[in-house]
Each structure stands twice: as structure tokens, then as C-alpha cells.
């Protein structure tokens, strides 16, 4: 089950919510998608969190996507992603995996997370994790995922992280998810 933060309307009374996509052709959004970043630099940066990216064929059905082409999927500690995947996306999905324990992340078929706080805290590691891809940063994934229809209660996805993400960010930190301060300045 999805919760507060992905395309589907949501009874729960966290900070997030996707209500649905902010156009009807998803090729139409202007937002960031894989082939406009350095692939490399995603590899490595899931590498570092001990995940692997599997580019899928411009043609190809993507494997474990919750919400269908173009979306991300996962599947185990593998995020699959097309060349006109959402770099959000591509992040949003490696954060699930993320904030898994081990032996939850290897169980992982196209649904992550049925938890309110899971959520939560990987909009926020998504946000913070795209100062480390070259050309992203956090301020333009904040634009694009509100671009896509990502919802928060205070109306956008930066007065989410600024103002009323503090249960998500705690969350990271409890569990030693977060980079060192320095790392987490918007882009």
C-alpha cells in the first residue's frame, strides 16, 4: 500500500500526498528525467547505499514500477529506471529501499512501504540525496516533484522539507540515514 506521498489520494494526515500527475501526458512535465543526468553518477550514488540501477530499453515495460512506465521500480536492492524516468522517481524509489532494513529491502517487489513515517522520511532522503547527482540538486527536485503533483499540506514540497518535515528528518537520524550536515543545504 502507497501512502502519503505518491499519486493516489490519501486519507492519512502526514505532510505528503499525491493527489495525481500535474499534466495528462507525462512526457509534457518538465522535470529532470535520467537521460538528462549523468548516469554514472546515480550508479555511484546508489552504490553507496549498497543498491544497484538497471537501466531497462527506451522501449521496454519497466520492471517493479508501482505507478508504470515512466516510473522507477524496485525489485530486491535493484531500482529500474528508463531513460525517460524521472530523476525524482529514480530517487524516490532508491529512498524506499534506503530506509529498509535489510531483510526487508530484499523482499521488495514493486511496493516498498505500507508505513506513513517510511514514506515520509524518503520524500525527505529523496530531497537530500539529490545534492550528490551533478546538474539535480535539492531545490530543482523540490520544483519537479511538485511539477508532478506531489501534495503537502503547506503547499509544496520546499515549506514540507523547511517547515513540517522535522518527524521525517528525525526518523533519518535516528536510524543514521542522513549525510553530515554540511551535505544537507538546499541546492
Do not use: K
Not at 36 to 42: E, F, G, P, W, Y
Not at 77 to 100: F, G, K, Q, W
Not at 180 to 186: G, I, Q, S, V, Y
Amino acid at each position: 500500500m502507497r501512502t502519503p506521498t505518491h499519486p493516489a489520494p490519501n486519507p492519512h494526515a502526514s505532510g505528503a500526498d499525491i493527489a495525481g500527475p500535474a499534466a495528462a501526458d507525462p512526457d509534457a512535465r518538465e522535470v529532470l528525467r535520467l537521460r538528462d543526468i549523468t548516469v554514472a553518477s546515480a550508479r555511484a550514488l546508489l552504490a553507496r547505499h549498497g543498491l544497484q540501477l538497471q537501466q531497462v530499453a527506451a522501449d521496454a515495460p519497466i520492471p517493479g514500477s508501482y505507478w508504470g512506465d515512466p516510473e522507477a521500480g524496485v525489485i530486491g536492492a535493484t531500482v529500474y529506471a528508463r531513460e525517460d524516468t524521472p530523476v525524482h522517481s529514480l530517487l524516490h524509489e532508491a529512498c524506499h529501499l534506503i530506509v529498509l532494513p535489510a531483510p526487508r529491502r530484499a523482499a521488495v517487489h514493486t511496493d516498498a512501504t505500507d508505513s506513513v513515517e517510511e514514506e515520509d522520511a524518503t520524500c525527505y532522503l529523496q530531497i537530500v540525496l539529490a545534492d550528490a547527482l551533478p546538474g539535480v540538486g535539492s531545490a530543482r527536485l523540490m520544483r519537479d516533484m511538485d511539477a508532478w503533483g506531489y501534495s503537502f499540506r503547506l503547499g509544496s514540497t520546499r515549506a514540507w522539507f523547511e517547515q513540517d518535515a522535522e518527524d521525517a528528518r528525525l526518523w533519518l537520524q535516528r536510524r543514521d540515514l542522513l549525510p553530515p550536515p554540511a551535505d544537507t543545504a538546499l541546492a
